[in-house]
Nanobody
Framework: QVQLVESGGGLVQAGGSLRLSCAAS????????MGWYRQAPGKQRELVAAITSGGSTNYADSVKGRFTISRDNAKNTVYLQMNSLKPEDTAVYYC???????????????WGQGTQVTVSS
């Protein structure tokens, strides 16, 4: 059983910073990639940033230069450093991981419960 636990959300003023963390726990064979998605009320869920086990990263255009994704493979944890936050960043942020539970299993998507990020004007 795999569980993703997120932390670090909260309320911040525009221009401020937050750091989100997501730790994977349980029994699994490998984590191929981890990332962050977000969903604002009335909008579709969108990819914010992702990182592979090899360290390759990808960012949404709207957050490039402001957000930084990183991971600690030994701790099975992914981080999202969010700087220069804007009101339009307000959303529920979800941790996502591509995990192979056993060596003979295909990769599956796992999701955290989400953490609220609210940026005030």
């Amino acid at each position: 059983q795999v569980q993703l636990v997120e932390s670090g959300g909260g309320l911040v003023q525009a221009g401020g910073s937050l750091r989100l963390s997501c730790a994977a726990s349980g029994s699994f064979f490998s984590i191929n990639a981890m990332g962050w998605y977000r969903q604002a009320p009335g909008k579709q869920r969108e990819l914010v940033a992702a990182i592979t086990s090899g360290g390759s990263t990808n960012y949404a255009d709207s957050v490039k230069g402001r957000f930084t994704i990183s991971r600690d493979n030994a701790k099975n944890t992914v981080y999202l450093q969010m700087n220069s936050l804007k009101p339009e960043d307000t959303a529920v942020y979800y941790c996502n991981a591509l995990i192979r539970s056993r060596w003979f299993d295909p990769q599956n998507d796992y999701w955290g419960q989400g953490t609220q990020v609210t940026v005030s004007s």
